[in-house]
């Protein structure tokens, strides 16, 4: 069964950058991914999510033109890169996998998500 883990939270100042990866423990060619984060007190709420063969992306109007979603297949890994950050992105930051035909669009909704990461905190402050 497939199994992701996402790295690279920490603590970072406003307006600075930081990657999140996702790695798999098998090939992800056959699958969609979405990045999601839950702030304190807050509901999960959609990030970013790439389709299958990586042609469709999709993201959250709050972070559109500062995070930018990319896949690696041959390194089973999704990556965050996420700019110009601000308080308000700090949450805990899930990635989540779902088996899709090459032709499903990007998804952004977790309710398609069936395999989900421990999640990686990211904390921005001065």
């Known amino acids: 069964q497939l199994q992701v883990v996402e790295s690279g939270g920490g603590l970072v100042q406003p307006g600075g950058s930081m990657t999140l990866s996702c790695t798999a423990s098998?090939?992800?060619?056959?699958?969609?991914i979405g990045w999601f984060r839950q702030a304190p007190g807050k509901e999960r709420e959609g990030v970013s999510c790439i389709s299958r063969g990586g042609g469709d992306t999709g993201y959250a109007d709050s972070v559109k033109g500062r995070f930018t979603i990319s896949r690696d297949n041959a390194k089973r890994t999704i990556y965050l890169q996420m700019n110009n950050l601000k308080p308000e992105d700090a949450a805990v930051y899930y990635c989540?996998?779902?088996?899709?035909?090459?032709?499903?669009?990007?998804?952004?909704?977790?309710?398609?998500?069936?395999?989900w990461g421990q999640g990686t905190q990211v904390t921005v402050s001065s």
């Open positions: 989540a996998a779902r088996s899709t035909i090459l032709t499903v669009p990007a998804s952004c909704n977790q309710a398609d998500y069936a395999t």
């Open positions: 098998r090939s992800l060619d056959r699958y969609a």
